[in-house]
């Protein structure tokens, strides 16, 4: 084992107890809050709420630039919004637009963890129907990265079971369902939070390292100290900043109901007593498949909503850079 190797090698035991504390530190923080406070209304169920969600920040969203050898960090991803977002210390980062799994291939709603970073992957088509539709590929072989057929592009950061972090094909893939359960970024943002996972973990790999990878075909892997906690949920009703987002319910789960609306308004603190449910209908229907509806809180109190509320595209078009690819389709 070399020395840069060993840097990045744990113990079996250590890698456990981290792990659960890890996980402690993330319920938590989804219980009471980074600011806090206690959430009466949270419950189990509300583990899957969304991170923005006043419940959980108390209204309040701090943002930080990254810290270098601060490896508090941890990764949220919002299905709905298609919004993955970096946080350290309960900061967040940086926030990246990413494509999904298709309906009959959705990305896995829970808890996972991040435990390396691949540069250049090599793609081993999984034993997997939609794998045998596609000719010239088979189950079980070692696909480099130089390889035409392989998908994953230059990046991957695998999340366990076949899941994974890796690039898109073409920008359109954001705020799509695209994929066979994975998440797809642009290749700059992937590079972005690789590079900022590195720094955080104070890393030995060298920049000269990861540069090199970057313009060549060679693997790259980089397993890290301790896993990046990735926390993915399915939330399409957020109340964030006093601002409610209607998100659509992308996997057809029949959870943008009247009934969930309210509940939710009432559990944030938000007086619906005045709002009939033919208005609370007609909210929720103008979040579509590329769109999301905002209105504030007092607007819906003022019996406003539909009047002062806006329609607003799921990925606002200055977030979306351009991408180079020429990819086939992705897993």
């Known amino acids: 084992m070399s020395q840069t190797d060993s840097m990045f090698h744990f113990a079996e035991e250590s890698f456990t107890l981290r792990r659960v504390l890890k996980r402690a530190v993330l319920v938590f923080f989804l219980t009471i809050g980074f600011n806090g406070q206690v959430n009466s209304q949270q419950t189990a169920f509300d583990l899957h709420e969304s991170e923005r969600s006043d419940r959980v920040t108390g209204g309040h969203i701090e943002t930080a630039d990254l810290e270098p050898g601060n490896s508090d960090i941890r990764l949220t991803l919002n299905v709905p919004s298609f919004r993955l977002t970096l946080w350290q210390s309960g900061k967040e980062v940086k926030s990246y637009y990413v494509g999904v799994g298709m309906k ?11 435990t390396e970073l691949i540069w250049n992957p090599a793609w081993i088509p999984p034993p997997s129907a939609w794998v045998g539709e596609r000719k010239g590929v088979r189950p079980g072989e070692t696909i480099k990265a130089s390889d035409p057929r392989n998908p994953l592009g230059k990046m991957k950061i695998p999340l366990g079971d076949r899941y994974l972090i890796h690039q898109a094909a073409k920008t359109t893939d954001l705020g799509s369902l695209v994929s066979h359960g994975c998440v797809r970024m642009l290749r700059a943002d992937l590079y972005d939070l690789a590079e900022k996972i590195v720094a955080a973990y104070g890393s030995a790999i060298s920049r000269k390292r990861i540069e090199a990878a970057k313009r060549g075909s060679r693997m ?9 906690p990735v926390d993915i949920n399915y939330d399409t009703l957020v109340v964030e900043g006093g601002v409610l987002h209607i998100y659509p319910d992308v996997y057809d789960r029949g959870v943008n109901l009247p009934m969930r609306l309210r509940t939710e308004l009432k559990s944030s603190g938000v007086d619906v007593a005045a709002v009939d449910d033919e208005t609370l209908k007609r909210m929720l229907r103008k979040a579509t498949r590329r769109n999301h509806f905002v209105v504030e809180t007092g607007s819906i109190e003022q019996e406003r909503a539909l009047e002062d509320g806006r329609t607003l595209p799921l990925i606002p078009k200055k977030k979306v850079s351009t991408v180079k690819s ?3 389709t992705l897993p």
């Open 220 to 228: 790259l892997v980089v397993k890290l100290e301790e896993p990046v």
């Open 326 to 328: 020429g990819l086939k």
């Open 104 to 114: 009959d291939y959705p990305i896995y709603i829970g808890a996972r963890e991040a």
